[in-house]
């Protein structure tokens, strides 16, 4: 038995029509969406590229004009917030955690004499390290503000007339030392070791050896004791040369300071009295007019009392005095 190959015995791919059905229920094309924008299209392609073509068109099939466009609206929103989300973890996965600066506590320096200014220079420049100032105008301006009496008016009044006078930090401390340190060889041995410590801690690349910091510390000494005292001992560190040399100026002191001592003048005493209503000076007086042996008695000739107070009888006292004229006479 034949059967006849007719239209209904044919297969379904065969079939020109059915093919494209089949095609048009798993493919999308531009001309049958002609409501949707180019970004749409190409955001509906896109998500494709995700779920798949078929199941894009599926979808594109059961939804209205409307929702198509909320559809491809909804996955543009979604590309820009993955987007976003990336960039963030990018950036910050690539930066370097910030480091919190510290606000350290500087005292004013005004200038008086003897104040040090070196540690207070050291003040400064740990505070700046510390607030994590690079530049130098803002080195200078913090500075500036941590001055106070005649430093203050001084620096001030230095940038009023000169807008640009400390151009670097270096420049402003080094016009601050000689606008307020002592003269050259008129410092004291402390603020000199103060001096020495800070030039020598600043040395970093090239450290100097100890015989050569004694060295360059003694040298630098005025002439005087001090400086005999430490070449005499010739001490073999630094800080063994500053105990040294401080301990050195201070017995100078206490030498001077006993051997300038000024002594009180005694009191002259009035041979007429003390002032009226005095009566604590005529105490004293008195007291020392009666221990006062020197003292003679012009009615009765001994010593150490005077004639008011003389407790001789007039008789007595009138034989003596005639004795005294008559040897006067002879």
């Not at 594109?60 to 996955?75: D, K, M, N």
């Not at 005649?150 to 930090?169: P, Q, V």
């Not at 150490?304 to 040897?327: F, L, N, P, S």
Request: aromatic share 8%; with cysteine.
């Amino acid at each position: 038995m034949e059967y006849e190959h007719g239209a209904e015995n044919q297969p379904m791919d065969g079939n020109p029509s059915m093919r494209g059905l089949s095609e048009s229920a798993t493919h999308i094309a531009r001309a049958d969406y002609p409501h949707l924008s180019d970004p749409e299209w190409e955001a509906l392609q896109r998500l494709a590229t995700v779920m798949g073509e078929a199941a894009v068109a599926t979808m594109l099939r059961t939804l209205s004009p409307t929702e198509q466009h909320g559809l491809a609206l909804g996955f543009i929103v979604k590309e820009q917030r993955d987007a976003a989300a990336a960039t963030t973890t990018t950036a910050s996965s690539g930066t370097t955690p910030r480091v919190q600066s510290l606000k350290l506590h500087v005292s004013n320096y005004v200038g008086k004499e003897g104040e040090p200014l070196l540690r207070w220079l050291v003040e400064v420049d740990t505070a700046i390290a510390a607030r994590r100032i690079f530049d130098d105008p803002s080195k200078v301006a913090f500075a500036m503000s941590c001055l106070g009496g005649r430093a203050r008016s001084w620096a001030y009044g230095r940038r009023l007339t000169d807008a640009t006078c400390f151009g670097t930090y270096a420049e402003f401390k080094e016009e601050l030392r000689q606008a307020f340190e002592p003269p050259k060889n008129e410092h004291h041995v402390h603020a000199y070791a103060q001096r020495a410590r800070y030039l020598v801690s600043n040395i970093v690349t090239n450290p100097m050896d100890e015989a050569t910091k004694v060295v360059t510390f003694m040298k630098g000494l005025r002439d005087g004791p001090v400086k005999t005292y430490l070449f005499r001992e010739y001490p073999s560190t630094l800080e063994a040369g500053i105990t040294l040399a401080m301990l050195e100026e201070f017995c100078l002191r206490q030498a001077k300071f006993h051997v300038n001592v000024p002594t009180m003048a005694r009191p002259v005493i009035k041979t007429g009295g003390p002032e009226p209503m005095d009566l604590s000076n005529a105490t004293a007086a008195g007291h020392q007019q009666r221990n006062n042996s020197s003292v003679r008695c012009l009615r009765c000739g001994y010593t150490g009392h005077y004639a008011r107070e003389c407790t001789v009888a007039v008789h007595k006292a009138g034989g003596r005095r005639g004795d005294a004229g008559h040897r006067r006479d002879q």
